[in-house]
């Protein structure tokens, strides 16, 4: 099946950019999504990317897919202490499912 | 509804005790998805029902687990003689299209003790 990883942790200073990376194994995957997930807080859909695009900007946030080497990367820019949560990649295998990664933590510093 | 809801949001049990979990989705939403987080990890996935049926519980770790949605809208999820290891936050999905962009309840966090 798909396993999909992701580094634990990162640190930005506020207004600086974020960029988390995630790693997946299966090809077939269609759609790769970002989930969200606050403290005390349900998952959050944040963006996704179509499996035949390499990049989609929605306002702060830029995806972008290396789909040859199944990388998967997230930036936003301008990071607020908002945007301080644990961020989920997910690829769409066939049969419609989530596999999601182990989280990327990012804490915000003012 | 406005969104996913998940009854109950807390429930504590004993080893070797059946528990009941429920989750009411979106109205209308066809797709159904249990997911199982553990502190520190991802969600795991469980089973996907499209409509009344199970589409792929590939998911679901052994027999003790088990669930049904009879009616194409609210979905159970039954476990039976609860172990502790078994305890985790139970989330659940729905999704219009079964595409992946679904929308999350608050979860049930269980406890086995």
């Known amino acids: 099946g798909e396993d999909v990883e992701q580094s634990l942790f990162l640190s930005v200073r506020e207004g600086d950019s974020s960029v988390i990376n995630c790693t997946y194994t299966?090809?077939?995957?269609?759609?790769l999504y970002w989930y969200k997930q606050e403290p005390g807080a349900g998952l959050q859909l944040l963006t996704y990317?179509?499996?035949?695009?390499d990049m989609k900007q929605d306002q702060r946030l830029t995806v972008l897919l290396n789909k040859k080497d199944k990388h998967l990367s997230l930036r936003i820019a301008d990071t607020q202490t908002g945007d301080s949560a644990i961020y989920f990649c997910?690829?769409?295998?066939?049969?419609?499912?989530?596999?999601f990664g182990g989280g990327t933590r990012v804490l915000v510093k003012p | 509804g406005a969104g996913v809801s998940q009854t109950p949001s807390n429930k504590v049990t004993e080893k070797g005790k059946y528990v009941e979990l429920r989750c009411d989705p979106i109205?209308?939403?066809?797709?159904l998805y249990w997911y199982r987080q553990s502190l520190g990890q991802g969600p795991e996935f469980l089973i996907y029902?499209?409509?009344?049926?199970?589409?792929?519980d590939s998911g679901l770790p052994n027999d003790r687990f088990f669930a049904v949605r009879p009616e194409g809208s609210v979905s159970t999820l039954k476990i039976q003689r609860t172990e502790r290891g078994d305890s985790a936050v139970y989330l659940c999905?729905?999704?219009?299209?079964?595409?992946?962009?679904?929308?999350f309840g608050q979860g049930t966090r269980l406890t086995v003790v």
């Open positions: 299966d090809s077939s995957s269609t759609y």
């Open positions: 999905a729905s999704s219009s299209l079964g595409d992946g962009e679904a929308f």
């Open positions: 029902f499209q409509g009344t049926g199970a589409a792929d």
């Open positions: 997910a690829p769409l295998s066939a049969g419609n499912k989530l596999t």
């Open positions: 990317i179509f499996s035949n695009m």
């Open positions: 109205s209308g939403h066809t797709a």
